[in-house]
T-cell receptor, first 115, second 113 residues
C-alpha cells in the first residue's frame, strides 16, 4: 500500500545533541510537510517542500532545518534540541499545493523525548 | 485569514449514542474542509472532506459531516458510537490557491461502555 513512513517511531536525545528524524513516502507526492504537535494541541506547521522548493513558516525556530534529497525522502534536523522541543513530529504529503490537491496524508509520527 | 473553532475540547458519549463534534470556520471565500482522526501515538487519518458539490459528505467508519454555508459550520456526526471511536478529532480548513491547512484545537472523544 502507498503510504508515509516515519522512522524512528520513538526517539530519545540529550539536551543540545543534534537529532535527525526521517520521513519517506511511496505516494509520489510533490509536497512534503513537517508538523510539530505538542500534547493536547493541534499540529503546527514547521515547513514544507514543493519538489525541491523549501518554504519555512515565519515562526519556525532556526534550530529546525530540513532536507529533501529526492521526491521520496525528507529529513527534519534539530540542531540543538531543548526541553521545549519534546513533541510528536508528523510528516505529511500532498499531491500539490493548490486546493483540492492539498489533501494531506500523514505518517504515524515520531515522538521525540529530550533528556 | 481562515480559522477554525472546535466547540468542546472533550466530548463524552455512551456506546451506541449519537456522536456530534462541532466545527465552525471563518472564511470570506468558499473553503475546503476536512475532518481528521488521531488515535494515541499515531498520525492523523483523513475521515472525510468537503471540496465542492454535495454538502453532506460521508466518510470512513460511519462518520459524516454536513457543510452549512449559512452557519459556517461543518459538524461531524455518527449515529451510533463505538468504543473504537475514542480518539482525538481535528477539523481543518484551507482555501483555494496556495494557503496553509489550518487546524482546530481538536476534540477528544471518549466512549463510555
Amino acid at each position: 500500500d502507498a503510504m508515509v513512513i516515519q522512522n524512528p517511531r520513538y526517539q530519545v536525545t540529550q539536551f543540545g545533541k543534534p537529532v535527525t528524524l526521517s520521513c519517506s513516502q511511496t505516494l509520489n507526492h510533490n509536497v512534503m510537510y513537517w508538523y510539530q504537535q505538542k500534547s493536547s494541541q493541534a499540529p503546527k506547521l514547521l515547513f514544507h517542500y514543493y519538489d525541491k522548493d523549501f518554504n519555512n513558516e515565519a515562526d519556525t525556530p532556526d534550530n529546525f532545518q530540513s532536507r529533501r534529497p529526492n521526491t521520496s525522502f525528507c529529513f527534519l534536523d534539530i540542531r540543538s534540541p531543548g526541553l521545549g522541543d519534546a513533541a510528536m513530529y508528523l510528516c505529511a504529503t500532498s499531491r500539490g499545493l493548490l486546493s483540492p490537491q492539498r489533501e494531506q496524508y500523514f505518517g504515524p509520527g515520531t515522538r521525540l523525548t529530550v533528556t | 485569514a481562515q480559522s477554525v473553532t472546535q466547540l468542546g475540547s472533550h466530548v463524552s458519549v455512551s456506546e451506541g449514542a449519537l456522536v456530534l463534534l462541532r466545527c465552525n470556520y471563518s472564511s470570506s471565500v468558499p473553503p475546503y474542509l476536512f475532518w481528521y482522526v488521531q488515535y494515541p501515538n499515531q498520525g492523523l487519518q483523513l475521515l472525510l472532506k468537503y471540496t465542492t458539490g454535495a454538502t453532506l459528505v460521508k466518510g470512513i467508519n460511519g462518520f459524516e459531516a454536513e457543510f452549512k454555508k449559512s452557519e459556517t459550520s461543518f459538524h461531524l456526526t455518527k449515529p451510533s458510537a463505538h468504543m473504537s471511536d475514542a480518539a482525538e478529532y481535528f477539523c481543518a480548513v484551507t482555501l483555494s490557491g496556495n494557503t496553509p491547512l489550518v487546524f482546530g484545537k481538536g476534540t477528544r472523544l471518549s466512549v463510555i461502555a
